[in-house]
């Protein structure tokens, strides 16, 4: 039986609609319609400890867009996640009561451990051929995901390490200074062993990379003249590819990372510390490249609801 549903991912830089017909029998989920709004929710959360009214704006604009394709095309159900950002945010009644008013449900501040798992599932549904055992990281804007499994999660772990965060702590100068790299790189790997305590990130059969960074970053390697979610799902991106493109991210000014082909308007100032997350993933693991996926949290929600 086909049910057609709509997920909401709601993290500290982007809010992200998918709404589409999931049938559980056959396995098979059909996109409907897939969006993403840079809303920056997280904007200075790690120094204020609250979510900023003009954040909350933007974030609610793009509910009232989103209620009106989840209506225009009929979704039964809707589920509206919630992560790092509302998480952390003191001021989250404003936020949960904003969006119930918008969309008629309450958003669900769901924990990293919950956040890895649905990440897991979207990213393996949407790749079947991977060979086990697979760990996925989701680097978002305020935290990156670990999750190790087979074909279903086996360990998880969240870490509040993620490429507004990062920037916002350490890479101020533009582009960033020598200083501001090592500091934010030292940050990143006592992140990557605290997740290690949870996650094996040792013999990896299979290393998936899933949202905005680590797909930019993929973009770039395939030297795309335009963003093409078709040419980036399931790439290889080598690890030497990986260390190439951080170095060269990093060392470019805000304008010229706008000027890349590929490169998303809200992700021009935080593509260099994503990148950098990606990268110390890379070099602890050991692997020698990452698949990377299209398919992600947005698919695992859907895959939950049905």
């Known amino acids: 039986m086909t049910q057609r549903v709509a997920a909401i991912d709601c993290g500290t830089n982007s809010i992200r609609l998918l709404v589409a017909d999931v049938d559980q029998t056959a396995r098979t989920l059909v996109d409907l319609d897939r969006r993403m709004v840079i809303v920056r929710l997280g904007q200075d959360v790690d120094r204020t400890g609250r979510l900023a009214p003009?954040?909350?704006e933007r974030t609610f604009a793009a509910c009232d867009e989103y209620a009106r394709v989840i209506a225009d095309l009929g979704?039964?159900?809707v589920r509206f996640v919630a992560t790092s950002a509302s998480r952390d945010a003191s001021n989250r009644d404003e936020f949960v009561a904003g969006v119930r008013e918008r969309l008629g449900v309450d958003p669900e501040v769901i924990p990293g451990a919950e956040e890895a798992a649905l990440s897991?599932?979207?990213a393996v549904r949407g790749l079947p051929t991977l060979v086990a055992p697979v760990v996925v990281v989701d680097i978002g804007g305020g935290s990156t995901e670990f999750v190790r499994g087979t074909e279903s999660l086996?360990?998880?772990w969240s870490v509040n390490v993620g490429c507004?965060?990062?920037t916002e702590r350490h890479l101020r100068s533009d582009p960033p200074t020598?200083?501001?790299?090592?500091?934010a790189a030292s940050d990143i790997d006592r992140a990557i062993d605290e997740a290690a305590k949870h996650v094996d990130l040792?013999?990896?059969a299979s290393l998936v990379g899933v949202a905005g960074s680590v797909t930019t970053v993929a973009a770039l390697h395939l030297g795309l003249a335009e963003y093409d979610s078709d040419a980036i799902h399931a790439s290889t991106l080598p690890a030497d590819a990986v260390r190439t493109l951080s170095d060269e991210l990093l060392a470019m000014t805000r304008q010229q990372r706008a000027a890349l082909a590929v490169m998303h308007p809200g992700r021009v100032d935080v593509i260099g510390a994503g990148a950098l997350v990606l990268r110390r993933i890379v070099d602890r693991t050991g692997v020698s490249s990452l698949t990377v996926s299209e398919t992600d949290i947005l698919d695992g929600i859907c895959w939950s609801i049905a």
């Open 54 to 56: 003009e954040a909350l």
């Open 178 to 183: 020598v200083e501001e790299i090592q500091a």
């Open 164 to 166: 507004v965060r990062m």
């Open 75 to 77: 979704a039964q159900t």
């Open 202 to 204: 040792d013999a990896i």
């Open 154 to 156: 086996e360990s998880a």
């Open 120 to 122: 897991f599932t979207g």
